[in-house]
């Protein structure tokens, strides 16, 4: 199975240096590759144990000095050569005191261990140790800012998948053609969010007045650009069972808010792009009128378009490049 990087914390108060080589010995036995493990244990002065492999040497060093420790830490290695084949390393730490920014409790971190054995190393923690859980819900009300948000998605897409000759590898195929397309398109002035979503992208600008005409330029440019980048996907020799054969684009502007968890934005000029995107037709992109800094020398219509929940909404029609 693959291994893949993991990073866990544990509120666990009041651990001991012998609490923390059991839990050490826990993980060694469940995963007996990491025969090789140092200890460190960091003082709010200076280290009081630095990189020692014997136990019984670290509670001697800490004997009457319990009260000055600010870390333990323990770090595993598969080998005691990072030139062999293989290596891997895993480190647990526990903080006795939320300091800064560092949290009480107990730390793992690996980029080697697969997710099943660890799981059962992480059933035998939450089973044996007390948790300081907070049953507070954790708000965060995000951060007010202008944005230009552009969606792109593929025409027909789930009604295409569902024919008898199309398999799950061929569709991973088109849409990551489909998903290079976008971001190349995209590259003189790269989004600051870049989502995929299925068989769409979103894409996300924070704008101020300074490089505001610059995202509205590359957002359209890109979007009226796509139908005959598209084309050339669908005539690709590796996409012999075909592929769909529209794509619909919409582009809104206006105040949403950054949430700092999972570096999103939610807001309205996100849902308007969304529904003008999902009623735009193949041979067109459907831009809200609120969008500034519209390039003059691109031909446009006056349209409204009727969006759920909005009702009756004006917007501007663009033809694509090459219809």
Known sequence: MASSIIRRHYPIPDLSFRDFW???SRFQTVHPEYKN???????FDSFLVLDEPEVSKVLKKLEGKEHRVRKYSARFYTSRTQHAEGYGVSELQYRPHTYERYLQGLNFYSDSVNKVD??????????NYPFNE??????????????????????GFSLFCEEPSIESTYTCGLMSAFYHMVNRSLQRFPPDMTKFLGDGVLAIWETTPADREIAVNVALEAALSLRNQWKKVQDSP????????ALGAGICFGLAGHLEVGDDYIGRPI?????LCSVCPGDRVYVDRSVPNIPLHLKKEELAAHIKPYGRHNIWAFINKDA
Do not use: M, W
């Open 22 to 24: 059991d839990i050490c």
């Open 37 to 43: 493990v140092y200890f460190t244990v960091d003082g």
């Open 118 to 127: 660890y799981y059962q190393f992480e059933e035998e923690i939450t089973t």
């Open 134 to 155: 907070n049953t507070e819900p954790e708000v965060e009300f995000g951060k007010p800012c202008e944005v230009l948000a552009l969606i792109i998605d593929i025409r």
């Open 238 to 245: 590796h996409f012999s069972h075909g592929a769909p054969q």
């Open 271 to 275: 849902n308007i792009a969304s529904r």
